[in-house]
Nanobody, 125 residues
Framework: VQLQASGGGLVQAGGFLRLSCAASGRTFSGYTVGWFRQAPGKQREFVAAIRWSGGSTYYTDSVKGRFTISRDNAKNTVFLQMNTLKPEDAAVYYC???????????????????WGQGTQVTVSS
């Protein structure tokens, strides 16, 4: 599956953005789709993930209550709604997908087989 991430941009602290991750080549059926982010000089970190089948969602603690991951079956797209953005949320955001992902690996970048290009999120203070 090929992934296309979009929706990044420049926003003031407290603002919001919605990122999209669209699949092509095949549907997301049976996949787990995750969002990761990487700030300059830092390691890539897990943000959120969703099981396409069943819709279970997972978040890193720092975004709980502010970010929401969701899916649109008809559009074969995963969204990451990011509210109340903080300067520390600024990073390049990547979407990733994998068909065989056990729960303990949901937050592990190396467990995802397919990656999209990144989309830049900049948050001004």
């Amino acid at each position: 599956v090929q992934l296309q991430a979009s929706g990044g941009g420049l926003v003031q602290a407290g603002g919001f953005l919605r990122l999209s991750c669209a699949a092509s080549g095949r549907t997301f059926s049976g996949y787990t789709v995750g969002w990761f982010r990487q700030a300059p000089g830092k390691q890539r970190e897990f943000v959120a993930a969703i099981r396409w089948s069943g819709g279970s969602t997972y978040y890193t603690d720092s975004v709980k209550g502010r970010f929401t991951i969701s899916r649109d079956n008809a559009k074969n797209t995963v969204f990451l709604q990011m509210n109340t953005l903080k300067p520390e949320d600024a990073a390049v955001y990547y979407c990733a997908a994998s068909r065989t992902l056990i729960l303990s690996n949901i937050g592990t970048a190396g467990a995802y087989a397919n990656w999209g290009q990144g989309t830049q999120v900049t948050v001004s203070s």
